[in-house]
């Protein structure tokens, strides 16, 4: 406990003082002692009113068929021009007027968004700047289809594939591709506005009571939330009263949908209003600090992304519902021949199964995306257009991390760097915790402990390593801590409703917040990471945010209280799920500004929102040493990654507990093939770096670690191809088999890029595993290079020094297999190629190189080869150009050669081997030499100094 309070100064408010001392005791000890997550902290749909009523009103709808939707089309008020369909709708309930809009988009998608059409004060919509890349484009090729006159139809695109019916009488959208239902919005008539209105208001309905209607007409009945809100004690004023929005989204013909992270839950989304295996609670968006998170859970975790994909055989589409509000979605699935609203209407089609989903948000408009696909590739292409591409990280990024809270000082630090040396363990990046800092106080140094931090950087940095230093939002409230005193002097801090700065509690004790989503705010915190702001940084050091909920341990839910203010009057409860992403935002911003010319940052934060991905990775934040965190880490990443967010990791190890020998290997087999590598650890946890363990545990960490390295060119080109695709790096299977029914909910394994088959070791004393391999296709142990017999679920034997990787015939991977101290000593080695051959004697792969620091690229400087084997050939051509003249970079490594090439699969063994460079000038065709494995492998041929440069194209031929 010392170490958790040695540095705290306290108020002088003493009454304040130990209230906020109790608090801050109960939250750590509870963190240190209790092996789950406190449920009572955190809300239930039950006691989250707009929830509560929303839900409430769908079942109203529900139970009685004769009840539909309230909101129809205003006769002859749609109007289309330019890709916009808009038009008025009105509650009949209450005979308020909304306006519509329906945006046919050039990307592929089109957008809808409801509002009041005159409300009584703007309703938040600002979620777009924080997501979106720019306002997306029109399409103006679309054609009006003749139809019933309560009808409204449209197809769109090139080829007229893509429509849309707007269905007057209820108001209903239905999206279709080649005339096939996909989307539909209001289906089950859930459409629900909560319109601004004045306390005193009369004629409120409270939807809480499916039963009989209550009308409040005064203040006295407060309870049901509308006015005024209380949880645990702490009351949320709600100024504005009940303001939620509600829509049922229906996916027909869809019995699988993915996404909304982030929860720790299955890849498919489960149900949660009956059903098998359902929750009892949506599944809820609202940015939080949940430590110890429980497993197969709907509840809230430390990052939302409000996208959601659903796909069958022949068909993917998505939507995103662009709100950063609270949010909870129910899902159900049925199999009815009908959607039943359709049936009642008498116009509806018959479905196979189905999934509806009911979105809830507390504040805001109605703005929804609707990605059409028709494949999952598309949409992530599509998704990656409106929201951005993942920005490509320098090279040292996607190494190995080491990281715990805390290292104590320097010389544990260079303790630390000198003994991965001592036991030949690769890493390139040190990470230090709050503990680094001044009491606490972000942007200084421990001067006791850390007395000179740009030695200390400069040391690790001679390696090629790197140093990442934790900078938290909350300010410590110090008149004498100069990054207070200015965002004070600034106004730059989030305030109370009477306007005071607000004062919470968090590691430093009596803490404010800045507000980031003020301009000004964003401007301040990008200067201050310069190297004379920021004393004691350097090029080698780059930045950790974590607390970006934010997490206050004296809030509600352990976060910022919903009636607090920011720049421009907006409510907290408004933008909530925004903090953590305009705080990455800034940082990132921050550290590529610092240096002239840019370079590119690395900033790693935990919370996270729709656009994260341009600012940097993400981890799945405070998660434990047990078996079944481990397993759950798979199809958490997987979900982020497929929702547009694929820089993620996992805590290796699990940050809270000891986990022993076997689990500490395990976590480190399935880390080395996640996105974002890192291990971490509590700061109450035993040390726990890899050389402590001693053999054989040392020596299975180390040489999954240095597998790692070895495939830094493959995860290096998918990084790439993220970046300009919007494509996972590491992929559920569906996305790569999506015709297979079989991979559509399994989340156990799993592919990186399309090349490599994962299946982690999760079970404890576990040994063997049953892998899926799709039918009809080859696959080649990734370790030993056997062919595996057999397709379908395949017994595989899995001991403790290995997990389970095989290559996909028809994939060409680059490796570097050179014994490294860091990825910046790997800079000019020479390539292996591993040739894995499908059933037709084909295989394809890409090597995508830079120099892995600067923006170069984006003027041309980079490699870019493409690899096909057909017909006996392997070719290398270039889709770059390979000019020294035009291309920086290939002149910096033009002497780079492939230096061994395996091929697996060879229907005859060759007798001769002949390379040749294409296009030369002169005859350079020369004979390789090549050898046969001497273990029993099918067809395989290994051939060693080829001396072919990866600056050139060139043939081999087998004859």
Known sequence: MKLLFGNLKFSKESVKTKFYLFYLLYFIVSALVVTAVKRQDFKTCEQSSFCKRNRAYADKLTANHSLISPYSVIQDSIIIKDGIISGDLINSENNLIFIFELHLLEIGAARIRINEKNPLKPRYDKAKDWALIQDPSYTLEYTLIPSKPDVTSLSFGKERKQAVSIYHSPFRVEFLVNDVPIITLNDRGFLNIEHLRKQDAPGLVDQSNSENDQVIEDENDLDKGLWKETFNGKEDSKPNGPESIGLDISFPGFSHVYGIPEH????????????????SDPYRLYNLDVFEYEVDNPMALYGSIPFMMAHRKGASAAVLWLNAAETWIDITKNKEDKHRLSSLLGFGKLTPTSTSTHWISESGVIDVFAFLGPTTSDIFYQYGLLTGFTALP??????????????????????????????????????????????????????????????????????GRKMVTIVDPHIKIDDNYYIYKEAKDLDLFVKEPDGRIYDGWCWPGSSSWVDFTNPSAQEWLIKKFAFDQYKGSTEHLFTWNDMNEPSIFSGPEITMPKDLIHHGGWEHRNLHNLYGIAYHSATSKGLINRSNPPRRPFVLSRAFFAGSQRYGAIWTGDNFAKWDHLAIATPMLLTIGISGLPFSGADVG?????????????????????????AHAHIDTKRREPWLFGDPYTGYIRDIIRERYALLPLWYTLFHEASTTGMPIIRPMFTVYPEDEETYAMDDQFFVGNSLLVKPIVNEGQTSTEVYFPGNEIFYDYFTLKKVQGSGKVQIEAPINKIPVFLRGGNIIPKRQRIRRSSAAMRTDPFTLLVALDKFGKATGSLYLDDGETYDYEKGHFIHLQFTFSKRKLISKSLSVLNNDENLYAQSISSVRVEKIIVLGLDLKPKHIFADCIDCSKNSKRELQFGLPTTNLANAVIIKGTDLLITEEWVIEFS
């Not at 507990?657 to 890192?678: H, K, M, S």
């Open 264 to 279: 720790a839950s299955s890849l498919s989304l489960k149900e949660t209003r009956g059903g098998d295996d359902s929750y």
């Open 394 to 463: 320098q090279s040292f990024a996607i190494a190995y991390h080491q990281c715990r809270w805390n290292y104590l000082n320097q010389e544990d630090v260079a303790e630390v760097d000198e003994s991965f040396d001592k036991y030949d363990i690769p890493y390139d990046v040190i990470w230090l915790d709050i503990e680094h800092t001044d009491g606490k106080k972000y942007f200084t140094w421990d001067t006791v402990k850390f007395p000179t931090p740009e030695k200390m950087q400069t040391n690790i940095g001679i390696k």
């Open 654 to 678: 699990g940050f809270f507990g000891n986990p022993d020998t076997e689990l500490l290997v395990r976590w480190y087999q399935a880390g080395a093939f996640q996105p974002f590598f890192r």
